[in-house]
Structure formats: C-alpha cells, structure tokens
C-alpha cells in the first residue's frame, strides 16, 4: 500500500490542501512593544476547522503534545541567576552586520536562552509548545493554536525558572499570539531578522520543545521559500528541512547569524502520526513583525 504524506493539523483532509479563514477577532491590549520592525495593517480573523486531504496541514495540534495544542517559541534570556552560562561571544546583530555565519554551536548559545518552553492545562488536559521573548518584561510569542484552547498558561526559561503568563494579543488569521509573563524582569529579547533575503539553500536552526524535550536544537537548510500550503498562507510560508515535531509549535526558525527569520508552525507527515520527515514549515520573520507590531500597538 503506498504511503501519502499528509500535512498534519491535528485534523487532516482530503486532496488539496488549503489554508482556513476566519471571521474577525477584535484587537488586543498592550502598551510597550518590542523593538521590530514597523508594521503593516493586517487583519485579524478566526480560523475555521482543516479538512482532510492527502496532504493535510499540520499547524495548531500537529505540533502538540499530550492532548493539546502544539506550540513553539522564541525565548529571551533571563538575567543573572537565569542566564546561561555558555554564551556566544557574537551578538546576532553584530553577525547579521557584517556577514559574518557562526557555527551552529555558536547560534545555539546565542539563541537558546531566549527560547522558552510553553505548558497549557485545562481540566484534565494538557499541551506543550515553545515561544520567543519579545521583551525585557516578559512578552512572549507563540502560535495562537498554542494557547487557543484555553487554560492555565506556564512558561519555563531557559535557566529553569517558572512564570505564569496570560494573553494579551492573538492574530487567528496568521496563527500567532503574544502572551505576558507575570513577575519577570531583565530578560533578553531574541533579535529578529528580515525573512526577504532568504534563499533556498540557507542554513537554518530550529529550536523548542519537541516531544516535552526542552531546550533541543536541530539544523537544515531553506528547502523552498513563498510556499503557500491550503491556499490562505498566500505563498508566504519558509519550507526547512531541520527536523520539527510536536511542542516545536511556536519556536523560532533562525538563520546562521543568530536572528530570527521564521516560526515553526506546521510539518507535513507521512501518516495520521505527527513525526517529523524533513517538510516543516514557518511563518516568515517578516510577517511575524507586522502582526507583532499590530498586537502590541
């Protein structure tokens, strides 16, 4: 019997796939924004519910672990105590201004501290995906599908230390959210790049929680740019081949400079199974900025 990959989004359909679309959602709150590049309106919507395909997106609970919502995120890191310790010598925007390419070692110490580790409850339920600090105060960014489902939100940093956080912002149309840790101050804010001078080929690092595994880091290359997967992306998704899998949702995509140009939010399997086969895709930095901006503004 010959095996169909499926791009998993926790539902799968049928033939073709095809990105949801969504009713409007209204605005969120926050003051204070981190510093990224300005934004673009973009408007806020709900999704609808995936159909099954052969190749069937995998975004929300694709990359969820346990019974929940997958997700992924981009941390900052954590002053004094919560710093780590092996640190790279090289900021990322000292590497992305003169060109310079780290090794990956060097990209993992830079950018791990500012990847945090997401856990939703609800009831008896209870799902782990990843973000990225957006500020020194505690705003972080994940996927919405990560927290879509409601409950008792727990962020984890890279030194161990634990925060709650709420919601303060949610973009459904481009599955993104920014939460608010409460009680934490002197984090370190990862330092995003601009997604337009990717090309196929490119190193890459993905980095979050797959399966529960805080803290894991895995390298590719772009495998393709301006993929549009279920239509509504509007060719606008990073393919990569580093190796994604459940509770990466919401982590961050990076280039060989330390920045931010992407992230994870869906993979394409080759069953009903969530398992990674090398097809992940991200949301790019560019768009990310401008929602960012949006929700915080």
């Known amino acids: 019997m010959t095996d169909t990959a499926t791009l998993d989004r926790q539902a799968s359909t049928p033939s073709t796939p095809t990105w949801p679309t969504n009713p ?3 605005p969120f709150l926050p003051p204070a924004s981190p510093t990224l590049p300005a934004a673009a309106a973009s408007p806020l919507r709900s999704e609808h519910p995936a159909r099954r395909r052969a190749l069937a997106l995998v975004a929300a609970a694709a990359l969820a672990i346990s019974s929940g919502i997958g997700g992924g995120v981009i941390g900052n890191r954590l002053a004094a105590d919560d710093a780590v310790a092996s640190a790279s010598p090289v900021s990322a925007a000292a590497a992305a201004s003169t060109g310079q390419q780290l090794t990956a070692a060097e990209v993992a110490a830079l950018v791990s501290p500012s990847v945090v580790d997401i856990v ?5 339920q209870t799902s782990e995906g990843s973000g990225v600090i957006l500020s020194e ?3 972080i960014l994940t996927n919405n599908h990560v927290i879509q489902g409601g409950g008792s939100i727990r962020i984890t940093f890279s030194g161990g230390r634990t925060a709650t956080a709420t919601v303060i912002g949610r973009d459904t149309t481009h599955d993104l959210a920014v939460l608010q840790a409460s009680g934490v101050l002197g ?7 601009s997604s337009a001078s990717l090309q196929t080929g490119d190193g890459v690092l993905a980095f979050g929680s797959p399966l529960g595994l805080s803290g894991t880091v895995t390298g590719g290359i772009v495998s393709a740019v301006g993929r549009s997967v279920d239509g509504s992306s509007g060719g606008d998704l990073i393919q990569t081949d580093a190796a994604i899998n459940p509770g990466n949702s919401g982590g961050p995509l990076v280039n060989m400079a330390g920045q931010v140009i992407g992230i994870n939010q869906s993979i394409a399997t080759t069953s009903q199974e969530s398992g990674s086969i090398g097809v992940g895709f991200a949301i790019p930095s560019d768009t990310v900025t401008q929602v960012v901006k949006q929700l915080l503004s």
């Open 120 to 124: 939703v409850s609800s009831g008896q």
């Open 137 to 139: 105060d505690g705003k």
């Open 24 to 26: 409007a959602t209204p």
């Open 187 to 193: 984090l370190a804010p990862a330092t995003f790049g």
